[in-house]
């Protein structure tokens, strides 16, 4: 049954074959068996999954079923749940019961989606390997030596591993792309304001959005169905109605014209990656595609324009955990300052940490126009060749990242060299395109991603083009051993 | 030396909305602590501000009625230091783009200069929880009712050279946001408060001196006063040979001084950035034209009218159109008066601004309404009364012993106006006076007055003066 | 831009974030490393370029004022470390 994707759990489910519970059951058991090597969630949620999946049996009996209603999820642990613990993988939230619902996490239960726990996560969301969590790494399935990436690598490796059909991510310079890219399951990263941010816990809010983890795009279009939506409680949420991301699946590929960007493919692209790559385009042109070389000439600057933007909004978004009024607080402080100081210091991990400096250091008197400011002139300098390139293209195509999975530790000491793993994601973010990831073949025997980039709200052209893929592939089909 | 005081204030007025700047929770002063401190006030992990849109149209307003630009695009912007009564970790602000800048207001000096004060800017923010001192075993308890109540700052240009002037200015803002119905203007409840940034500098000089800032300053009272004191500190400083420290000072009403403050003063870096959590706002001409057309009459034009209608001076108009509910009153007691003006005036600034004071009360707290002073004042006018009777008549109206009417009828006030009684008077009373009749027939014109009270003193003030002056002219020569 | 070990305890301090001393060598390192790979940044010319604060150029939407929450203190200090009569308590405040 875990081998099912969404649609056909979802059929199933609503013939009668199973019931929710039994779903949820054989799901809470796979956890059971097979998370402690993987170290994919955080906190499990059995007792609520289970009282949530005979609501959700009596829904589909009452015939009121919608597509997701009774189909298990993980859920990322940096969306608020009320009731049960929410800590974004940090010591500092470890005793931190969310006493309300994220919009996001309303609308799942809404659609009658089963949350069977919260999953493991880069600390704050921040991290690329899933190495800075609290709760200790995620392991990726194909390959327990490796990461799965990050920072949500364990709502992608509890998909990869089939513990779950589905899971919800977030994305702020990569991190459902290059997960899924890592673990072989498809992404979804919307354009920015399509998906509420309220109850997310903040990394940097100029660039976080939430998005889904499934096995196939169509199973990802029913999940972003139902996270996307206008919130009148998020001022930079979208006001505009939600696509029908499941019609145009099938549409013919006939005359789409896919920009392959030349920077996307030079020096820092690992070989078999760019081998794979070249597989998954030569699908494409079969497909009927037009593929066309284009220039986006700022990308170089992507990444360290990151580094001062989520930085300086991170820096002053973490300043509310202060041992106050939730979070981790240290013992017997000497003074109002030793409060603050040893709570944060305790409660944050060194990668939080540097991070803050960093954007206190950019957004300190003297250095706002530096880095800050400059950093905002360049965002618009990337945004602006992405609009160049749509007017050439419809869907832009290239490598999530620059290479498979890479050996758990390997660039933990080195934050550079880690932050440029998402070199080929980052600039998405920074202008506020929804992009994917899927499956597209292996190198060296791990998962190798596409990313697909598409116009602003064009996410359903992205899911047509990753799903006619599908039709003709398998990347997607295949399972990690052991997990079979 | 002569020296000269330079003064800016920087007034913030919490906005009279319902809800919240950011949430939806309630702005009732005086709730239990922490009830109506939602999760956006508290800063919960995942929260998100959005902007009530109330606190742009009553910034709008403001902006109107200062002659100021209203900013066609704004942006809030973080202010970002760790304090307890700070839930985020910083103050969500504006800061390179407010939503008004540069205007101005007029104030009256003395009574006859006016003087134009700038108005730098007028920014929206939140206001911050409250620390409570109180010993909690050592520790110090935070309320966050406050947090997210909606402010205006304004920042004035550092016009103001005496403490006189920057009460003036104070009252004069003060008076207006309650005209706009945008801040209730309650002091007490610290709904309108004012830091005051001093310096002095050498007569002539055009570089200003270093200045203090004095935080926390929440009646007219103490704003004289710590000005003053901060003032006569800063000479005192700089007559012995010292500098004067650019800090923040606290004013410290017991002891009328100002004391720095003993927060540690690290330099601050306040790190301020456009908030991602919120957009621009823009503001387009048709709304501004929207808002232009719900303004109520302003203290200016209504002080114009008052002089034109009623043919006040600038002065009592300047005085009666200080604040609204006092222009209320008044223009109620011209309409009850059957249309008194000056009169009015006289009575509203006199007899009973003077009986207010004395009992520390406010014009709208009056025992006696305007139409019960204008029903005197009706009294007053048709001959009824005099206006030495009317200040009997008042006490027993602020009393309460009923109508002027009912109190002229029941004390038998009436004015006597009958030619033939008062005639019969003035006879006694020339009659009973021989000694003075004879003086003034020596030319000692002043005993005029002395038969006047006479006749007063025998009608117990009732007899009409103006007829009992004429009777008495003609009666006194042909005696 | 390299950064000592004395800029890193201003900073630190600036973002109230207790560091452990020995850490702060490794920290000035990490500092200056991302420092010096951001400022790849000054290769660019962005004379005239408006800075970019949100991808879609949106402006604010405003909510109408009316109030929508109601007291949930007890819910909310659930996950409070230190209150007392509905406060939060932190070490005394000295103005």
Redesign the interface.
């Known amino acids: 049954m875990h081998q099912k994707t969404l649609v056909e759990l979802g059929a199933g489910l609503r013939q009668g074959e199973y019931s929710s519970e039994e779903l949820t059951r054989v799901c809470l058991d796979r956890v059971s068996a097979l998370d402690k090597q993987l170290n994919s969630f955080i906190t499990l949620t059995e007792e609520l999954a289970l009282q949530a999946a005979r609501d959700a049996d009596a829904r589909i009996r009452s015939g009121e079923a919608g597509p997701l209603t009774g189909i298990p999820y993980a859920h990322k642990d940096i969306?608020?749940t009320r009731g049960v613990r929410?800590s974004?993988g940090s010591h500092m939230?470890d005793n931190?019961i969310?006493?309300?619902d994220?919009t996001v996490t309303q609308q799942l239960n809404a659609a009658g989606a089963v949350m069977i726990g919260k999953t493991n996560m880069d600390e704050f969301a921040m991290g690329s390997s899933n190495e800075t969590s609290f709760y200790g790494p995620v392991t990726n399935p194909w390959d327990s030596e490796t990461v799965p990436g990050g920072s949500s690598g364990g709502s992608a490796a509890a998909v990869a591993a089939r513990l779950v059909p589905v899971s919800t991510g977030t994305d702020t310079g990569g991190s459902i792309r290059q997960p899924a890219a890592l673990c072989g399951i498809t992404g979804l990263k919307p354009t920015y304001g399509r998906v509420s941010?309220?109850?997310?816990?903040?990394f940097?809010?100029?660039l976080d959005q939430a998005g889904p983890f499934a096995r196939t795009a169509e199973d990802a279009a029913l999940m972003l169905g139902a996270m996307a939506g206008f919130d009148?409680?998020?001022?930079?949420s979208v006001e505009r109605a939600v696509d029908d991301y499941t019609g145009g699946l099938n549409e013919s590929l006939q005359g789409l014209k896919i920009g392959l960007p030349t920077q996307f493919f030079g020096a820092g692209l690992d070989s078999a990656v760019a081998a794979a790559i070249e597989l998954a385009l030569d699908e494409y042109r079969k497909l009927g595609a037009v593929i066309t070389e284009i220039s986006l000439p700022n990308s170089q600057l992507a990444v360290p324009t990151y580094y001062v933007v989520a930085p300086?909004?991170c820096?002053?978004n973490l300043?509310?955990?202060?041992g106050?009024?939730?979070?981790y607080r240290a013992e017997h402080p000497a003074d109002?300052e030793d409060l603050?100081k040893r709570s944060r210091g305790e409660g944050f991990g060194a990668e939080v940490k540097r991070r803050i400096m960093i954007g206190?250091y950019a957004?300190?008197?003297g250095y706002?126009d530096a880095y800050?400011l400059k950093a905002q002139q360049a965002r618009r300098l990337i945004r602006e060749d992405f609009m160049r390139a749509f007017e050439q293209v419809d869907v832009i195509m290239g490598p999530t990242a620059p290479s498979a999975a890479f050996r758990l530790g390997e660039k933990a000491d080195d934050p550079v060299t880690m932050y440029l793993s998402d070199i080929y994601t980052i600039a998405v973010n920074l202008a506020g395109l929804p992009g994917m990831s899927i499956p597209a073949g292996f190198a060296a025997d791990m998962p190798v991603g596409l990313q697909l980039i598409g116009n602003y709200f064009e996410e359903a052209r992205l899911l047509n083009a990753a799903h006619r893929y599908q039709q003709v592939t398998d990347w997607h089909a295949r399972c990690p051993q052991g997990y079979e | 030396m002569e020296w000269e005081t330079v003064i800016g204030l920087e007034i913030h007025a919490q906005l009279a909305?319902?809800?919240k700047i950011f949430?939806?929770?309630?702005t009732r002063y005086g709730a239990?602590?922490?009830?109506?401190?939602?999760?956006?006030d508290?800063?919960?992990?995942?929260?998100?501000?959005?902007?009530?849109?109330?606190?742009?149209r009553m910034a709008v307003k403001f902006g109107l009625a200062t002659h100021s630009t209203v900013a066609p695009r704004s942006?809030?912007a973080?202010k970002?230091y760790?304090?307890?009564d700070l839930?985020?970790?910083?103050q969500i602000s504006q800061y390179e783009l407010p939503i008004v800048h540069d205007g101005y207001l007029d104030i009256e000096v003395d009574e006859d200069t006016v003087k134009r004060i700038g108005i730098t800017r007028a920014h929206l923010e939140e206001d911050a929880g409250k620390?409570?001192?109180e010993d909690?075993h050592?520790?110090?308890?935070?309320?966050?009712n406050r947090a997210g109540t909606p402010l205006l700052e304004i920042v004035s240009e550092p016009d103001m050279r005496s403490a006189r002037e920057a009460v003036a200015y104070m009252k004069k803002i003060h008076s207006l946001v309650r005209y706009l119905g945008i801040c209730d203007g309650n002091m007490q409840e610290g709904s309108f408060r004012c830091d005051a940034n001093v310096s002095v500098r050498p007569q002539g000089q055009q570089a200003f001196g270093t200045r203090a800032e004095l935080k926390n300053i929440n009646s007219f009272r103490f704003v004289e006063q710590a000005i003053n004191y901060e003032v006569e500190r800063q000479i005192a400083l700089l007559e012995s040979g010292g500098t004067v420290v650019q800090e923040t000072r606290?004013f410290d009403a017991d002891r009328h001084e100002t004391r720095p403050?003993?927060?540690k003063e690290?330099a601050n870096?306040y790190?301020?950035?456009?908030d991602?959590?919120?957009?621009?706002?823009?503001i387009d001409p048709v709304f501004i034209e929207e808002v232009a057309r719900t303004l109520p009459e302003l203290p200016e034009a209504k002080k114009q009218r008052f002089m034109d209608d009623y043919g006040l001076s600038a002065y009592d108009a300047g005085v009666l159109t200080a604040n609204r509910e006092l222009g209320d009153y008044f223009e109620a007691a011209v309409e009850a008066s059957g249309g008194q003006g000056k009169l009015s005036a006289n009575w509203v600034m006199g007899e009973l601004s003077g009986a207010l004071n004395k009992a520390g009360l406010e014009i709208g707290a009056s025992p006696v309404s305007a139409g019960a002073l204008g029903g005197m004042l009706r009294r007053i006018e048709d001959g009824t009364i005099s206006g030495k009777i009317a200040k009997q008549v008042f006490e027993a109206l602020w009393a309460g012993e009923g109508s002027a009417d009912e109190i002229i009828e029941t004390r038998g006030l009436k004015q006597i106006s009958d030619s033939s009684a008062i005639e019969g008077i003035i006879r006694d009373v020339l009659e009973n006076s021989p000694k003075q009749l004879e003086q003034y027939r020596n030319g000692q014109e002043k005993v005029f007055g002395y038969f006047v009270g006479q006749v007063m003193k025998a009608t117990q003030g009732k007899a009409n003066p103006k007829q009992v002056n004429e009777l008495l002219k003609k009666m006194i020569n042909n005696a | 831009m390299a950064i000592e070990g004395f800029e890193v305890e201003k900073i630190a301090?600036?973002a109230?974030l207790g560091i452990d001393p020995d850490d702060v060598p490794e920290y000035a390192r990490n500092l200056s490393d991302i420092l010096a790979f951001v400022e790849q940044l000054n290769s660019v010319d962005t004379r005239g370029v408006d800075p970019l604060?949100?991808p879609l150029d949106?402006?604010?939407?405003?909510?109408?004022?009316?109030?929508?929450?109601a007291?949930?203190?007890d819910n909310?200090?659930q996950n409070a470390p230190?209150t007392?009569?509905?406060?939060?308590?932190?070490?005394?405040?000295?103005?």
């Open positions: 969306f608020c929410t974004c939230l931190f969310a006493p309300y994220a941010r309220y109850g997310m816990i903040a940097a809010s100029s009148l409680r998020d001022s930079t300086a909004e820096s002053s300043s509310r955990f202060d106050v009024r939730f979070g109002l603050y206190t957004l300190s008197a706002y800050y | 909305t319902r809800s949430s939806g929770a309630s239990e602590p922490n009830t109506q401190a939602c999760a956006v508290l800063g919960l992990p995942g929260v998100l501000p959005v902007l009530n849109g109330e606190v742009v942006v809030f973080r970002n760790f304090y307890p839930p985020k970790g910083y620390s409570l001192h909690f050592g520790m110090t308890g935070i309320d966050l606290l403050m003993r927060t690290e870096d790190r301020y950035f456009p991602p959590d919120l957009l621009p706002v823009e | 301090h600036l109230r604060a949100h949106a402006i604010q939407r405003l909510r109408p004022d009316s109030v929508t929450e007291d949930e203190r909310f200090q230190l007392e009569a509905g406060l939060y308590l932190v070490p005394q405040v000295i103005e």
